[in-house]
T-cell receptor, first 112, second 114 residues
């Protein structure tokens, strides 16, 4: 069976500090990968997606970036965090040629 | 372009009452439709999906949804609410490009009163 992991589960970072969130999928190969953000009381905002290793598409211009160094690993980064980067970050995956997405447990980021 | 509208950001029902969460979509091609549930501080869990087979779709936890093309709707129902159903529910429609993106609604928070 397939499993998706995210870490860390929670993170408190000061403004201006760097960020690295990791997402890993097990039990499948060549998944589509997605990063979402949920601000407090808001819906889901798609940040990045990747349909293959090394392929990254950005949905919203911002100070975040994403990378896919391995087939089942998706990393969300920032060089300098802003207060507005606070939120709940969710990683998801889907099989190639499928819209059905499976979500990870999320990372709660608080920028102080 | 595809879009999803969820009517009602909050819905409150009594335990044992019917649950009805509304979702209307806009799509220029036959869509795939999904309902997800999110409990506090957790990721989203797939409740059910419509992929052009039967129009009445049954999901987990006693939920079901009916695809109505003429009304462009995909409302989520459950005959009898349980306290454990209290959560946020998201409707989603398939995008059109090769990214296999989903377009999510803004969510409906379901409150269940004892």
């Amino acid at each position: 069976s397939q499993t998706i992991h995210q870490w860390p589960a929670t993170l408190v970072q000061p403004v201006g500090s760097p960020l690295s969130l990791e997402c890993t999928v097990e039990g499948t190969s060549n998944p589509n990968l997605y990063w979402y953000r949920q601000a407090a009381g808001r819906g889901l905002q798609l940040l990045f997606y990747s349909v293959g290793i090394g392929q990254i598409s950005s949905e919203v211009p911002q100070n975040l970036s994403a990378s896919r160094p391995q087939d089942r690993q998706f990393i969300l980064s920032s060089k300098k965090l802003l207060l507005s980067d606070s939120g709940f970050y969710l990683c998801a995956w889907s099989r190639g040629l499928s819209y059905e997405q499976y979500f990870g447990p999320g990372t709660r980021l608080t920028v102080t | 372009a595809q879009s999803v509208t969820q009517l009602g950001s909050h819905v409150s029902v009594s335990e044992g009452a019917l649950v009805l969460l509304r979702c209307n979509y806009s799509s220029s091609v036959p869509p795939y439709l999904f309902w997800y549930v999110q409990y506090p501080n957790q990721g989203l869990q797939l409740l059910l999906k419509y992929t052009s087979a039967a129009t009445l779709v049954k999901g987990i936890n006693g939920f079901e949804a009916e695809f109505k093309k003429s009304e462009t709707s995909f409302h989520l129902t459950k005959p009898s609410a349980h306290m454990s159903d209290a959560a946020e529910y998201f409707c989603a429609v398939s995008g059109m490009d090769s990214s296999y993106k989903l377009i999510f609604g803004s969510g409906t928070r379901l409150l269940v009163r004892p």
